[in-house]
């Protein structure tokens, strides 16, 4: 029967393990924010629905909605609360809902 063998890390061992896992705990954060801010930058103009790189910004009031330029598709891409803006907004919606229903006709 094989005797057990307990070995007890030294304090300075053990504050230098837990200082390079907090270290690389950063260093993969950082690269996941770099990796991330990359990702839209490259695809920052791309429709999420044809994948073309066909976004244009429209500015009607006090909203500001990117609408796909490709023809046949016609997205509407909206940022987090660009819709409760819309929906505040009813001079904007009564003149616009003709303007959106054309567009998703497409």
């Known amino acids: 029967m094989s005797e057990r063998v307990s070995v ?3 304090a300075e061992e053990a504050h230098f393990a837990k200082v390079d ?3 690389i705990k950063r260093l993969r954060e950082d690269e996941k924010q770099r990796s991330d801010e990359t990702y839209r930058e490259k695809h920052r103009y791309h429709c999420f629905r044809c994948g073309t790189q066909s976004l244009v ?3 009607k009031g006090p909203v500001v909605v990117d609408i796909c330029v490709n023809e046949g ?3 509407v891409h ?3 609360g660009e819709l409760d803006q819309i929906a505040e907004n009813g001079d904007f919606i009564k003149s616009s809902c003709r303007k959106l229903a054309d567009i998703f006709k497409r």
């Open 8 to 10: 007890k890390i030294p």
């Open 73 to 75: 598709c016609g997205a």
């Open 21 to 23: 896992a907090e270290r």
């Open 78 to 80: 909206l940022d987090g």
């Open 57 to 59: 910004e429209v500015t």
